[in-house]
């Protein structure tokens, strides 16, 4: 569980800063999804009683990071118009 958050995270970064640069505001209509599949993820894993104590940061950042790339991806697709 702690190597797909970590995967999810940074994938989802990855797609999110990348859809800040003009003309590439569309790849957002993927980041918006993984960003979400990231937060659900840290969210499962939070308040799972099988996750140990060293995980739960993992877990927590994907849930705090998960929301905000969310809410920037959501942004950039309304400033873009939706496409751009």
């Known amino acids: 569980m702690r190597t797909a958050t970590i995967i999810f995270i940074v994938l989802s970064c990855t797609i999110t800063i990348g859809g800040l640069f003009p003309c590439l505001g569309w790849i957002n209509w993927i980041g918006i999804p993984c960003s979400s599949i990231c937060a659900i993820l840290?969210?499962?894993g939070t308040t799972s009683k099988d996750t140990p104590e060293s995980d739960k940061g993992v877990h927590l950042a994907a849930l705090i990071l998960g929301v905000c790339l969310i809410g920037v991806g959501a942004i950039r697709c309304f400033?873009?118009?939706g496409v751009v």
């Open 42 to 44: 840290g969210l499962i």
């Open 79 to 81: 400033l873009g118009g």
